[in-house]
């Protein structure tokens, strides 16, 4: 369940016709907005029973895009696309944590669905689940952390170059719909130390970490690292 409150025609909080509390999701445009109305014209109306079925047509959108994601995975990935609303995001403002994600952003939403992601040269932490519906690569000097369930579509795969890192803290990474995926692919050079490991790439799997239902979970090329304790590969064509 997403529980929607409502925006004014402006980018603020719009009390009048939608409560805040701590149990909002996301929040999208509910004053003076356009409706069917009788006779083939329009109307301008306004209440969250406006705010709640714009919200019902981007889950709609994104499930065309990706009919894979669970109700769980929808949810997230509106609010981790909803942006800040400029009257509710800074401690000590009246709706401040009432508003839940903030306002909703169909076009960011959508893109989020996708399932694409640029190449990864920095430090980032995957806390949610997600769908990959791409290859992904992490390149030298990126490492990925991944803590939450990440479901990847066909046979799509993560690729560490030498002097990227991935990470499961924890995490799964799964197939997203029938067919199993690809796998990771761990790169390295043959002839450099693997000390220090910035000469190779590596994948870390830690804290009850699984590999599942993939065609090949890791595959070590030219002296690439890997490091697990108790065999997180689960269901998968070949583990290693």
Same mark, same amino acid.
């Given at each position: 369940?997403?529980?929607?409150?409502?925006?004014?025609?402006?980018?603020?909080?719009?009390?009048?016709?939608?409560?805040?509390?701590? #149990?909002? +999701?996301?929040?999208?445009?509910?004053?003076?907005? #356009?409706? =069917?109305?009788?006779?083939?014209?329009?109307?301008?109306?306004?209440?969250?029973?406006?705010?709640?079925?714009?919200?019902? $047509?981007?889950?709609?959108?994104?499930?065309?895009?990706?009919?894979?994601?669970?109700?769980?995975?929808?949810?997230?990935?509106?609010?981790?696309?909803?942006?800040?609303?400029? +009257?509710?995001?800074?401690?000590?403002?009246?709706?401040?944590? /009432?508003?839940?994600?903030?306002?909703?952003?169909?076009?960011?939403?959508?893109?989020?669905?996708?399932?694409? #992601?640029?190449?990864?040269?920095?430090?980032?932490?995957?806390?949610?689940?997600?769908?990959?519906?791409?290859?992904?690569?992490?390149?030298?000097?990126?490492?990925?952390?991944? =803590? @939450? =369930?990440?479901?990847?579509?066909?046979?799509? /795969?993560?690729?560490?170059?030498? $002097?990227?890192?991935?990470?499961?803290?924890?995490?799964?990474? =799964?197939?997203?719909?029938?067919? @199993?995926?690809?796998?990771?692919?761990?790169?390295? #050079?043959?002839?450099?130390?693997?000390?220090?490991?910035?000469?190779?790439?590596?994948?870390?799997? /830690?804290?009850?970490?699984?590999?599942?239902?993939?065609?090949?979970?890791?595959?070590?090329?030219?002296?690439?690292?890997?490091?697990?304790?108790?065999?997180?590969?689960?269901?998968?064509?070949? @583990?290693?």
């Amino acid at each position: 369940m997403i529980v929607v409150s409502g925006l004014a025609p402006g980018p603020l909080f719009e009390p009048a016709d939608a409560p805040g509390n701590q #149990y909002i +999701d996301i929040c999208a445009p509910s004053r003076d907005v #356009y409706r =069917t109305g009788w006779d083939n014209n329009t109307a301008l109306s306004s209440g969250t029973s406006l705010a709640a079925p714009i919200v019902s $047509g981007v889950v709609s959108q994104i499930l065309s895009i990706n009919s894979c994601l669970s109700s769980a995975e929808v949810e997230n990935i509106i609010k981790i696309t909803g942006k800040p609303i400029p +009257d509710a995001d800074e401690p000590g403002e009246t709706f401040y944590g /009432k508003v839940g994600a903030g306002r909703i952003d169909v076009l960011d939403a959508l893109k989020f669905a996708a399932g694409q #992601y640029d190449p990864i040269t920095s430090s980032v932490t995957w806390d949610k689940p997600l769908m990959l519906n791409g290859n992904l690569v992490i390149n030298s000097e990126g490492t990925l952390t991944l =803590t @939450s =369930t990440l479901r990847v579509n066909g046979n799509y /795969k993560i690729t560490v170059n030498p $002097g990227g890192k991935l990470i499961v803290d924890g995490g799964k990474i =799964t197939k997203a719909c029938q067919n @199993s995926w690809g796998g990771i692919e761990v790169w390295g #050079y043959t002839n450099p130390s693997q000390s220090p490991a910035t000469n190779q790439g590596v994948v870390e799997l /830690k804290n009850g970490a699984s590999i599942e239902y993939a065609v090949n979970a890791v595959s070590v090329q030219n002296g690439g690292i890997v490091q697990a304790s108790n065999p997180p590969f689960l269901n998968n064509r070949r @583990s290693i």
